[in-house]
């Protein structure tokens, strides 16, 4: 018995579906049911642009791809500047199972995308994605810096040296004075005591307890090379802040808006702009924006069970 085929009402034009993957991209150029094309690309730059020639010139209008690990921002790159590029989630897309080939899946895509099933992904503009790299990247030096922070801890506490069970702060100025000083040998628990102040919640006696250790070469050997780490990445913090705000002055009025918002500071407001834009128009309300975030339940219902 023949295999009935599934038939779509056809919205778009011309359309093309492409199966993007490292070094391969399969493109489908579809026009209709039965009038379609399919051609392989490799991931060079050159190629790429063989390709969004090769759209142009069959006056595609619409292009849809799975949103592949990094590999489909070169391609959205390319194509972005003269064609209407839908990036949809693979788990939206899936193919017969057991009949999975690059072309057939660059197939399925061109027919869901001519039918107007396809739901593309927020994807902010150029600016937006530039901003968002460096805020994204500005945060994990942020948490690298922490983490050398926390290892000086441990490395004194290897030591016994018991400056966090005495001082709020290890790396005040305090703590970084007394750090200092044992990095450059200088241990004596009276000459390491002129750091007391009256503000100190503990009393002397036992902030003298809490400096008395066992300091190695090893130790401070550790304790500098871990000072050195945080100095660099805060060397680094410095660079990226400045280039953020190079790349927020466009964005002064929305960022000002934002800190009209109880609990929003000036990083908060520029790290939310980075993540969504500042074109609204992109979300139909505000509950569709709260769902993108993540910040709403999904629905999973099934046999009156919510799951």
Request: proline share 2%.
């Amino acid at each position: 018995m023949e295999k009935e085929e599934i038939s779509f009402v056809q919205v778009v034009k011309v359309g093309c579906g492409i199966d993007v993957h490292k070094d391969l991209i399969t493109a489908t150029i579809r026009k209709s049911n039965d009038k379609l094309e399919t051609r392989e690309f490799n991931a060079y730059t050159s190629s790429l642009k063989s390709l969004r020639d090769w759209c142009k010139k069959e006056k595609v209008t619409h292009v849809a791809m799975e949103s592949t690990g990094v590999y489909w921002k070169p391609v959205f790159n390319v194509l972005e500047t003269d064609l209407e590029v839908i990036l949809v989630n693979a788990r939206h897309v899936k193919n017969v199972p057991g009949h999975k080939t690059d072309k057939k899946d660059s197939r399925w895509l061109s027919k869901l995308l001519l039918s107007g099933l396809l739901k593309g992904s927020f994807i902010p503009p150029v600016e937006i994605r530039e901003l968002r790299d460096l805020v994204r990247y500005k945060r994990k030096v942020v948490a690298q810096a922490s983490s050398e922070k926390n290892r000086i801890i441990k490395i004194l506490e290897d030591a016994n040296i018991k400056l966090s069970s005495v001082l709020t702060n290890v790396n005040g100025v305090v703590g970084a004075k007394i750090i200092n000083s044992i990095i450059a040998g200088k241990t004596d628990i009276d000459e390491l005591m002129k750091f007391y102040h009256g503000k100190i919640k503990v009393s002397r006696k036992e902030f003298r307890l809490a400096l008395e250790g066992r300091i190695t070469k090893h130790h401070r050997f550790m304790l500098q090379l871990h000072k050195d780490s945080i100095a660099d990445k805060e060397r680094l913090i410095e660079r990226i802040e400045s280039e953020i705000d190079e790349a927020t002055k466009a964005y002064q009025v929305e960022v000002d808006f934002l800190q009209t918002i109880d609990g929003v500071g000036k990083a908060s407001a520029i790290s939310i702009i980075s993540e969504i834009g500042v074109d609204m128009t992109r979300f139909p309300d505000e509950t569709h924006l709260s769902s993108w975030a993540g910040v709403s339940p999904g629905n999973n219902e099934t046999g009156g069970k919510k799951k």
